[in-house]
């Protein structure tokens, strides 16, 4: 009897520290995060298959840039050019760098064999240079066109993928020397929102291809508000949702919108991870961390999904500063991908052979110029140095992981 006592004290005793096991295997983060995991323990789909699918629906998908300078951003737009069903279907990218006055130069470097990397590399960097102006310092575009040619010279040519690149024009060097040739130009050239002129330039172009292409979809490379399915208004507000005093006040035309417009039902957006940007803050992480902290307690750092019918969607637009209670993800983008947290991002500026001998004192008066203009100050001694590859981090980024650590480290059921 008393041997039988004793398994069954051990058996209890083994159920019960089961039992306290499972306890502690519950996660620990803030129950506000819960309608988050459980929506994102369903999504399989990673983020490169995600924006492939939306072609099956779009003529048109546009993703909206983190950080102009962020690098690993272009490692996913990598794996969607380079995919067997991008070459064939699409082939085609309009992108917001670079400017519309340097589009044919990039397209003859695409199409173009090279014999060897240094020769590849210098033809390049003559047309970077002079991608926008004064200067485009930020390095990943620089790296995609690259690929893209060393791509395009195994492929046949109606095959071989097109860069179209859509942003305002930019003056020559021989024609604008001083501040007030540029102000001239200015006033000529670039009176018109910029928005507007990108759209103009991407549907002369698309609506030529989808009559004459058999590929007739593209993929469009914006940042920020430029990728937003709506017109915004830039009018501040309040918590409450009424105009705060001394705001400027009007409507924001973004580019994406103007696409969709032009293209009904056709176009698809797709916001990729960052952060908010023009805060009183600063850069933050998005829903002050509550989103990555979502992704990370699941430990998903590539996937893709609708915004529609999901929590993320229902969430209030906290990356424009200016937003309206109406304003969600969800009537601004179609959906997301999330690729990669933040201590995986890299930005990434400058080339090492960006400046040289030759190109120095063009570039020096742009600068120069530019800075009369705007303000600010460029020494031409430090001009090669400066512009070197160099690679980092967010300024902020401890403080984005307190942010989202908030949410995790939070006990069960003690409140968000």
């Known amino acids: 009897m008393k041997e039988i006592r004793m398994k069954s004290i ?84 309009f992108t917001e ?33 002079e991608l926008s102006w004064p200067i485009w310092e930020k390095s990943n575009t620089y790296f995609m066109l690259l690929r893209l040619n060393k791509i395009n010279q195994n492929l046949k040519p109606e095959d071989k993928i097109q860069v179209y690149t859509s942003d305002e024009p930019i003056p020559s060097n021989d024609k604008v020397k001083s501040k007030e040739d540029y102000l001239a130009f200015e006033k000529k050239y670039l009176s018109r929102d910029r928005d507007s002129v990108m759209a103009e330039n991407i549907i002369a172009e698309f609506d030529s291809i989808q009559l004459h292409s058999t590929r007739k979809k593209c993929l469009v490379i914006m940042n920020y508000r430029h990728a937003f399915l709506k017109n915004v208004s830039r ?101 997301m991908v999330y690729y990669l947290p933040f201590e995986k991002h890299i ?19 742009r600068l120069k110029i530019y800075t009369e203009v705007y303000g600010g100050e460029i020494e031409k001694q430090d001009m090669k140095e400066m512009f070197k590859y160099k690679e980092g981090t967010y300024y902020n980024l401890e403080q984005c992981r307190e942010s989202i650590n908030r949410w995790i480290k939070t006990k069960p059921h003690s409140g968000s």
């Open 10 to 93: 051990n058996t209890i005793i083994i159920f019960a520290l089961f039992l306290v096991s499972l306890v502690s295997c519950k996660p620990k983060y803030n129950p506000a995060l819960e309608e988050y995991t459980e929506f994102l323990k369903e999504k399989q789909t990673t983020a490169k298959d995600y924006v492939l699918e939306q072609w099956k629906q779009h003529d048109v998908v546009v993703l909206c840039e983190r950080d102009h300078a962020e690098l690993t951003q272009y490692d996913l737009i990598n794996e969607i050019t380079s995919s067997d069903y991008f070459i064939k279907n699409v082939g085609c990218i």
């Open 97 to 129: 760098v670079g400017s519309f006055t340097v589009r044919n130069r990039v397209l003859v470097f695409l199409h173009t064999t090279y014999k060897n990397e240094n020769l590849r590399e210098a033809a390049l960097i003559k047309i970077y240079r």
């Open 235 to 335: 009018e501040k507000v309040s918590d409450d949702g009424t105009p705060l005093y001394g705001q400027i006040k009007g409507t924001v035309p973004c580019t994406a919108a103007l696409l969709a417009k032009h293209y009904p039902n056709k176009v698809a957006s797709i916001y990729i991870n960052a952060m908010t940007v023009g805060t009183p803050e600063g850069q933050q992480p998005i829903q002050n961390g509550k989103w990555d902290a979502s992704f990370k307690v699941l430990g998903k750092e590539n996937v893709g999904f609708n915004f529609n019918n999901s929590p993320f969607g229902a969430d209030s637009l906290d990356i424009w500063g200016f937003s309206k209670p109406e304003y969600t993800y969800a009537n601004i983008f179609t959906g």
């Open 347 to 365: 930005r990434a500026h400058g080339l090492d052979n960006f400046i040289d001998d030759e190109s120095i004192d063009e570039i020096y008066q």
